[in-house]
């Protein structure tokens, strides 16, 4: 606050003594209209930083990141079940986890769990990690 206070006093101080040192004319009512101009802007300054919001607390307020990747780890999921069913013609929960990293999603790890015990566990898996996931694992249902 005593910051504030020196520096409103210093700016309107610059503005008086701008003013009667300038000669009269065109360019002495545009001088006096900008010291002006300054003089309201450093008095209005503590009333703007009342809405001065936070990057980092809008972030954090605005988005439910949890609910995000809960979204899209579901539909990730069943995508994957769809595709696994197409290409092998392979009943499967998948699983895949999507978590929030620096400013982006991404998949953490993928769980496939096969209806049945079979020889394609390994192409599967060959498979995904074509498709670029990581933390793949593969495994029959047990009975």
């Known amino acids: ?7 409103a006093a210093a700016v309107i101080f610059l503005s008086v003594i701008v003013s009667l040192i300038i000669p009269e004319g065109k360019l002495n009512k545009t001088i006096v ?3 002006r101009m300054v ?5 209005i300054r503590p009333i703007t930083g009342i809405f001065k919001i936070d990057s980092s607390a ?3 307020l605005m988005y439910d990141y949890e609910y995000i ?5 579901d539909n990730q999921s069943k995508q994957l079940e769809q595709l696994l069913l197409k290409e092998f013609g392979q009943e499967c929960e998948c699983l895949v986890t999507v978590k929030y990293n620096e400013g982006k999603f991404e998949v953490s790890e993928v769980n496939v769990q096969l209806n049945e015990e079979n020889e ?3 192409e599967i898996y060959e498979y995904l990690v074509k498709l670029g996931y990581i933390n793949i694992t593969v495994y029959a249902k047990s009975n």
């Open 1 to 7: 606050m005593k910051a504030y206070l020196l520096s």
């Open 33 to 35: 209209f900008v010291m």
């Open 39 to 43: 003089c309201i802007f450093v008095l």
């Open 58 to 60: 809008v972030n954090s």
């Open 69 to 73: 990747c809960g979204v899209y780890t």
């Open 120 to 122: 394609k566990i390994n």
